[in-house]
């Protein structure tokens, strides 16, 4: 773990994507703060390509899409990634399964809810599930008074016995039925939507983020950051960022943000 001040300029140049987590990496306890929002907007500005690559919903994604200063959005940890299209001023969508019934999955996922809120006492339901298209948010510390590890580990251990992919965010535990995850739809919008391919592209590309379920995005690229606060989540990452912010959450993304701006000009 190096400061993220160690960053080689020459490195920060050939940046030519940034890649990063929304919660408590861009937000600050639940808020967009002006300043993260403007520093995705500088870095843009500049020619950057910026993704959001988020455990968060459809519904979310939708609004991200559409006003923010952003590229497109990766959503619920890789199910589907929407982007504006300019030419045509319609947002537009690429699902990671094409021919999957979501009322079939909406139905399933109520079972599990209803199951995981059953058997752990003191979880909850994540308040953003309603615009939700594959996957459960059950929610750990967001809405509801943080859990103890343990209970949060026993939650994964549930959704693990019902053949359910499970990842820990900051303040949900997501999971679903597929295969997907944040790396593989990354991976995939970028060769689909600027034909990059990732061997070649991926010493070009920045991610940051905080929480375990950023460690396959912190093992796939050479060059990952997390903000300060992925120090709370140090001994549950199976992979781990290459540098850290001195700030936490939004305050780390603009110092990263600044940070990488002032490189690419020495």
Not at 87 to 95: A, G, I, K
């Amino acid at each position: 773990m190096k400061p993220w001040q160690d960053f080689p300029p020459a490195l920060a140049r050939a940046v030519h994507t940034v890649l990063t987590d929304i919660d408590d990496t861009l937000t600050t306890q639940g808020r967009l703060l002006p300043a993260a929002y403007q520093a995705l907007a500088d870095l843009r500005q500049v020619g950057l390509r910026v993704i959001p690559v988020t455990g968060r919903p459809a519904g979310w994604c939708d609004l991200i899409a559409r006003t923010w200063p952003v590229d497109g959005v990766i959503g619920e940890n890789g199910a589907f990634y929407l982007w504006h299209d300019p030419d045509h001023q319609v947002l537009r969508s690429r699902h990671w399964s094409q021919d999957v019934d979501r009322s079939q999955v909406a139905q399933r996922l109520a079972a599990m809810r209803d199951r995981i809120l059953h058997e752990v006492p003191g979880s909850g339901v994540a308040s953003d599930q309603f615009c939700r298209w594959y996957d459960l948010a059950i929610d750990f510390c967001e809405d509801v008074p943080p859990l103890p590890a343990p209970e949060v580990d026993r939650i994964v251990a549930i959704m693990h016995s019902a053949g359910m992919t499970a990842k820990v965010s900051s303040i949900h535990v997501n999971a679903w039925w597929g295969d997907w995850d944040k790396l593989g739809m990354a991976r995939t919008m970028l060769a689909e939507r600027y034909g990059l391919d990732w061997g070649r592209a991926k010493e070009q590309i920045l991610f940051i983020g905080d929480s375990p379920n950023d460690a396959p995005m912190f093992g796939a690229l050479p060059y990952s950051v997390g903000v300060a606060n992925v120090r709370d989540a140090w001994d549950r990452l199976e992979h781990r960022p290459g540098w850290v912010t001195n700030a936490r959450a939004g305050a780390g993304f603009v110092e990263f943000a600044q940070h990488l701006l002032a490189l690419r000009q020495r």
